[in-house]
């Protein structure tokens, strides 16, 4: 499986009207979490937040936010963010604009909020400039360092270098709240977690 732990440079500036990192100014990082809610994953991953007072970004799934709409609910009583990350997890370079288009919209009946981040990060620039006519606002939401977890050939310990070897302030930094990152996850998150405030990182939710 090839990927890139560290986006490149180029690959910003071809979709330099998605947001890849913030400021690096007030030595904030950003965890994001994608795929959930999942009935096991988030409530972990919302109880390692609440031992480091951090908070985080939760890119969901509407399927799965209906699904789970008390844990849903618990993400935003805790303080943090959400994101669309469409209804099904569809791929935006296999599907055609218009179904691409709708499946967000629909999960925009479940998650309330302007952050979108298209699943595997693949989304074409004409996909882009229709989400950005339907919904005004709209911050499309990729990353600049890539945990892994969600690779079974790797174990946590490579998801844990995979980001303090890569993470500085400004940094977005993936992983997924699922069943399938789910070994990776739980022996990664609190390593990272523990080795930002060494580096006396605030974790930030991104703004809405």
């Known amino acids: 499986m090839f ?10 500036a071809l979709y330099k009207s998605c947001i890849w990192n913030l400021s690096p100014a007030g030595n904030k990082v950003y965890l ?5 809610p999942h009935p096991e994953a988030t409530p972990f991953v919302l109880e390692q937040l609440a031992k480091y007072d951090a908070k985080g970004t939760f890119f969901c799934i509407g399927k ?26 569809l791929n935006g370079w296999k ?23 298209p699943p595997y990060g693949r989304i074409t620039p004409f996909q882009i400039r229709q989400l950005k006519q339907k919904v005004p606002g709209v911050k ?3 990353w600049d360092v890539l945990s892994a977890d969600f690779d079974t050939e790797i174990d946590g310990e490579a998801c844990v270098q995979n980001v303090v070897f890569k993470i500085q302030p400004g940094s977005i930094v993936v992983f997924h709240d699922s069943t399938k ?3 990776r996850l739980s ?22």
């Open 140 to 142: 499309i939401i990729m």
């Open 95 to 117: 599907t055609n604009t218009a179904t691409y288009i709708e499946n967000i919209l629909e999960a925009r009946k479940y998650i309330t909020s302007p952050l979108f981040r």
């Open 64 to 89: 799965n936010v209906v699904e789970n709409p008390a844990i849903y609910q618990q993400i935003l009583e805790a303080g943090h963010t959400t994101g669309n990350h469409t209804f099904n997890h």
């Open 181 to 183: 990152a789910w070994d």
């Open 32 to 36: 994001t979490f994608d795929d959930g």
């Open 187 to 208: 022996y990664s998150l609190p390593r990272v977690l523990e080795y930002c405030r060494k580096q006396k990182y605030e974790i930030a939710a991104l703004p809405v």
């Open 3 to 12: 990927y890139l732990t560290k986006t490149p440079g180029i690959l910003k």
